[in-house]
């Protein structure tokens, strides 16, 4: 460790040239002592590829060869890691990974929609060829996540993992909230201001932040990453009217994702909850991300930070290549691969308490019948609000539940329309415990 | 990777069994499973020792072998790892750690008052003898801040490190602003429930806190740790009627450590300070810990959890543990010792805006007097407010200034008194920007 500089460099081949890859490139061209001086060596870049050859990049490439494919890159002699940063749950992406592995080269990526369908195949692999396969990246951007469940809380059971993990649905929720606009209204801002990935439902639709999900839990509870066993749903129904009604009861809605293993199996599921406004997760506003841990021992751990956006990003893509530089080889998700369970996937069962919010007609008698549904659900009312008229027929009621199943609630849900006097569809959402 | 288990243990001897060592013990105990699952070899406790051997504690550690002092188990054949949890800056924990890596072995640490004082000298013996010596339950309990700032953020120059790290403090204001009470009124509280070490001086003096923030100086700017240079102000000061006059103007005060590299030197102060209330720092309550890392490619990253007790402690002793058993060794401030640089302290002269409080005769021209003093400091006024009397002949002031020079200040300090219109001393605080 005291020891003098290595004279040889970690050599690296970057795939892909997009927001990350130009950050790493830049990093590694800025603090190449800094890089030195922490790792022991210096860290150099060997070859590089991208789609485009002639776009232009805000980076000076001419001191690495150019390959014109990631294959090339992933096999190359003079290339000791990998640098995926080419995206896709599959094609090249996966390709090029398995290629460098089998060529005896370590893998540093970003993939989280990669490692969330096929991650437990690559950390197979990967360790069977005794490679490391690092994704820091992956999860939360810059916030150091996967290091900290791997390695700082290894000494802890954990309970429960949650986050807020989409930072362009925390704006679009925020912004509704602070604007007063509508969904609609905002997602097309987003959409203007480039938040949006091509796909917008992998963000909207909660899908980008179930995949970052998926590897927490498999890290979490040291099983195989089940991305199909997320319950997901994304904020296209939140409205703004729930926005406004759940800040009256002091709570904030967010996209919220929660792991844990019950006695039933593992339950994981990414969904818009209500938490509270003053609490951490409902104090996080716009792009920046937040990570929850509870640890038998350790208790609540927060991380907060930047979840996107190439310094972040590529900080923590330097992380992992830092690692790998100083010689620490670490099972993929923390154990290895071979050791990992495939868990029972669970239906969310943990009772909670639900927020509800029922459009009723202006009739005398509308809510004993709503208040009969919920008690023959086995429901019990924390707080009840009845607003002034909405519209002429029509009146807004909204119920705050003591800790109750879910399944009580789809009773209560599927039940309540049948009173005949509701005047739109019952909204439910629940209120996570933080 | 995927080899199976190592047959050999990690043989642990653990110097001192008070809170943090039995909480060490019960996880060994509780965790052995999970322990070799994630390290690749069993952990086992061979020896411990502590001042009384008879004393009542609440772990079976019948299996492991007694021994009288500290230094017998430093030197003793049968350990791995030396985990010194016996505590002080000098003594015992000193000697034992210097006899444990000079017999070979690994040490692991939560000593915060040894390492800020003799943190340089024992990195160069550990690094010059090829061991390692682990401290992440030295700073701020179970938050993971020594492996983020050594390991993930190992890519990013850092720009300011700033956190509170003494619950006891943090306890203690929070107290007084919830309850209303003096800052004598809550110390004697937070001494009946055991939350002040024996020497209460160590906690609200800001020294435990200050020796924190010399470890996380050292790390973050690449500098050898230096506790004497670190500007120390304790909340002894602190008073219910600035707390107040604080959270009126929207702030909450905090013992707040802040260190950052200037082109003057490395500045390091621990004092109480002004923070937003609606920021993450603000929202601290109790006896939580935060620590906020300010790096030039990854932002702003927060980091929240306990900052002491049993299990958040023992679960930070239990990483450096882990990862010493999955054979990964790390220069002690996260680059070899001898490539620390002797850092130029310099004092607080990054501008800040500032919080005054300042009890005026209730006379004609008092105002203007105190205005022209501050314009002749060059200060310009931001906010200011003036109270209806607090006692017949004084009329309470607030100022919160633009962003000026703590040189400013001591000279508007200096020179309010000789205007004769204040009726007791000027109070100042400074409003660290978050």
Redesign the interface.
């Known amino acids: ?3 003098p500089l290595r004279p040889d460099p970690l050599r690296l081949g970057i795939a892909g040239l997009g927001t990350v890859g130009i ?1 790493v490139v830049k ?1 590694v061209q800025k ?1 190449a002592d ?2 030195a ?4 060596r210096p860290v150099a870049i060997t070859a590089i590829c991208a789609r485009d050859r002639r776009k232009n990049r805000d980076a000076d490439l001419s001191g690495y060869r150019w390959e014109d494919d990631a294959m090339a890159i992933a096999t190359a002699d003079d290339v000791d890691v990998f640098v995926e940063l080419v995206g896709g749950d599959s094609g090249i992406a996966k390709d090029s990974i398995e290629a460098a592995l089998k060529s005896g080269k370590d893998v540093v990526t970003a993939n989280k929609a990669l490692l969330a369908v096929h991650g437990q195949a690559l950390a ?1 692999l990967a ?2 060829l ?1 490679r ?1 396969l690092r994704f ?1 990246a992956a999860v939360a951007g ?3 996540v996967i ?2 469940m791997t ?7 954990i309970r429960r993992v949650m986050g807020v993990m989409n930072g362009t649905c925390n704006y679009i929720l925020t912004r509704m909230e602070s604007a007063g606009l509508p969904y609609e209204a905002v997602f097309e801002e987003a959409r203007q201001l480039g938040y949006l990935e091509a796909d917008p439902t992998l963000d909207v639709g909660g899908i980008d932040a179930g995949h970052k999900l998926a590897i927490l839990s498999a890290i979490a509870f ?1 099983t195989q990453v089940n991305f199909d066993a997320v319950e997901i749903e994304g904020i296209e129904r939140v409205s703004i009217d729930d926005i406004r009604r759940a800040a009256d009861m002091g709570y904030r809605i967010k996209l919220l994702g929660v792991a844990q293993m019950t006695p039933r199996g593992l339950e994981q599921r990414m969904s818009p909850c209500l938490v509270p406004a ?1 609490s ?1 997760l409902g ?1 996080l506003m716009g792009g920046t991300n937040m990570v929850v841990v509870e ?12 979840g996107a ?1 190439e ?2 990003t ?6 992992d ?3 790998i530089a ?1 010689g ?4 993929v998700f ?6 990992l369970k495939a868990a029972q996937p669970a239906r969310t069962a943990v009772p909670a308490a639900y927020y509800m919010r029922l459009d009723l007609q202006d009739k005398p008698g509308a809510l004993a019948k709503v208040a009969t549904v919920l008690g023959d659900a086995g429901i019990s009312i924390d707080r009840m609000r009845q607003y002034g008229q909405h519209s002429p027929e029509s009146v807004p009621v909204l119920v705050v539940t003591h800790k109750t199943t879910p399944e009580a609630i789809d009773f209560a849900i599927e039940a309540l329309p049948r009173t005949g006097v509701l005047v739109s569809a019952p909204v439910e959402l629940r209120i996570e415990e933080v």
């Open positions: 460790m005291s020891s950050g990093i603090h800094l890089l001086r922490r790792t022991g197979e360790e069977s005794g490391t820091e810059g916030i150091p290091k900290t390695e700082s809380l290894a000494g802890n059971e040291g003053d951490p104090q640890g038998d021992s350790v208790g609540q751990i927060v991380l907060r930070g930047a956006g310094g972040p590529a900080s923590a893509v330097l992380s290549i830092v690692e100083r620490v080889r670490l099972p923390g154990q290895p691969a071979g050791t």
